[in-house]
């Protein structure tokens, strides 16, 4: 017998995780809100990050790609490691959960 409570209360808790630490990443790495939680719902989507391409290049705070301070690139893979942490965390545990 499946106790639907406890079910529905483990998918608040893991839907309630999932969106601080999105939050968090997108706070702490300067990200444009909007675009990337359409970028990580995208990815719960299809079912992987995706890590070419232009969409990751929309998520990130305007900088300069050829000044050598600038650390685009850097900024760029460090975002792309952070939000494929988060979605492999999440992926398997936030199944049927609709965001």
Request: a negative charge.
């Amino acid at each position: 017998m499946i106790d639907w409570a406890v079910d529905e209360q483990w998918r608040a808790f893991i839907e309630a995780r999932r969106e601080a630490e999105r939050e968090s990443i997108i706070a702490s790495e300067n990200l444009k809100p909007e675009e990337t939680r359409l970028f990580v719902d995208h990815a719960f989507r299809d079912g992987s990050v995706a890590n070419t391409g232009t969409a990751v290049m929309k998520i990130l705070p305007p900088a300069s790609r050829f000044s050598a301070g600038g650390g685009y690139g850097e900024k760029k893979a460090r975002v792309i490691d952070r939000l494929s942490t988060f979605f492999d965390r999440f992926f398997g545990l936030s199944a049927g959960v609709s965001e």
